[in-house]
């Protein structure tokens, strides 16, 4: 079975500082994942995906993710953080078993920003 | 449209009523899937459908839900019975196929329909 792990559910900056969101998966084969973002009020879109190409991945607003099959991890990161990256963040995982075709959900880490 | 459209975006019931939800994908999309979110936590799997069929249906939590897709376009959750346990957002997502004919694993979400059971 595949899983995904984010460490804190809460994560605050300043304005300006490093944005850093944890994500570990577990699965017995190479996987897919994903970073999905939320906005108050709005549906969840897609940040970027890792998909067996580059390790690091770049997405939308800056954000960018690498992914480490040592360390099983695909954590998030911004250099600087901005007011309106202020959301909640998923971490999700699929994989070739599936069809690629069910994503498992971490619990989600909002991010505050502070000015 | 242009994106994943669910209706109503709320709706409140009384427990052991009926309820539908439904799911009108992005034009072109095979896959649909359902998921639900509860309060503090992350979308959980329900179903997923390619076409017409359920091509897996193991995050059902029972058989009071049920969801179909008839002609391959269109989805509507059903659940019967509802409990306050039900009582969360559901949220609808599509995806088209890969070159390889597998999906993308890239969903397209809806803004969800948010149920609240009393």
């Known amino acids: 079975a595949q899983s995904v792990t984010q460490l804190g559910s809460h994560v605050s900056v300043s304005e300006g500082a490093l944005v850093l969101l944890r994500c570990n998966y577990s699965?017995?084969?190479?996987?897919?994942l994903f970073w999905y973002v939320q906005y108050p009020n709005q549906g969840l879109q897609l940040l970027l995906k890792?998909?067996?190409?580059?390790?690091l991945v770049k997405g939308i607003n800056g954000f960018e993710a690498e992914f480490k099959k040592s360390e099983t991890s695909f954590h998030l990161t911004k250099p600087s953080a901005h007011m309106s990256d202020a959301a909640e963040y998923f971490c999700a995982v699929t994989t070739p078993r599936s069809g690629y075709s069910t994503l498992t959900f971490g619990k989600g880490t909002m991010l505050l920003v502070s000015p | 449209g242009a994106g994943v459209s669910q209706t109503p975006s709320n709706k409140v019931t009384e427990k052991g009523k009926y309820v539908e939800l439904r799911c009108d994908p992005i034009s072109g999309h095979t896959a649909l899937y359902w998921y639900r979110q509860s309060l503090g936590q992350g979308p959980e799997f329900l179903i997923y459908?390619?076409?017409?069929?359920?091509?897996?249906d193991s995050g059902l939590p029972n058989d009071r839900f049920f969801a179909v897709r008839p002609e391959g376009s269109v989805s509507t959750l059903k659940i019967q019975r509802t409990e306050r346990g039900d009582s969360a957002v559901y949220l609808c997502?599509?995806?088209?196929?890969?070159?390889?004919?597998?999906?993308?694993?890239?969903?397209?979400f809806g803004e969800g329909s948010r149920l609240t059971v009393l």
């Open positions: 997502a599509s995806s088209p196929l890969g070159s390889s004919q597998l999906n993308t694993g890239e969903l397209f």
């Open positions: 699965s017995s084969v190479p996987p897919y």
């Open positions: 890792y998909t067996s190409a580059a390790t």
């Open positions: 459908f390619q076409g017409t069929g359920a091509a897996d």
